[in-house]
C-alpha cells in the first residue's frame, strides 16, 4: 500500500516542527488504515461521501480515506 499526501497537508507537516514524529505516525497507515476494533487513534467518521478516517497523533489530526490500495492524505489539523 502506498501513502498519497496533499501538497496541502505536506506543507502543513513541514511546518508543524514535529515532521519525523507526524511521518513516523503516517507511515503506520501503510499496515492497517482501516482498522477494525479500538484502536483509539482512528476513528470512522460519519456523514462523508465515502469512508474516511481521522488519525490523532496527539494535538495533531490528518483525515484520510482508502482508495485503489492507496491511503489518501486529505486534511491536516491542530485540535481546538
Known amino acids: 500500500m502506498e501513502i498519497m499526501i ?20 503516517l507511515k503506520k ?4 488504515p482501516c482498522p477494525s476494533g479500538s484502536r483509539g487513534d482512528i476513528k470512522k467518521l460519519k456523514g ?5 478516517y481521522r488519525l490523532r497523533v496527539g494535538d495533531y489530526r490528518f483525515e484520510y480515506f482508502v482508495d ?6 486529505d ?3 491542530k485540535r481546538g
Open 29 to 32: 497507515l501503510i499496515d492497517d
Open 68 to 73: 485503489e490500495g492507496k491511503v489518501w492524505i
Open 48 to 52: 462523508r461521501e465515502h469512508d474516511m
Open 75 to 77: 486534511n491536516a489539523f
Open 6 to 25: 496533499h501538497p496541502r497537508v505536506r506543507k502543513y507537516i513541514n511546518k508543524s516542527g514535529e515532521k519525523e514524529r507526524l511521518i513516523k505516525h
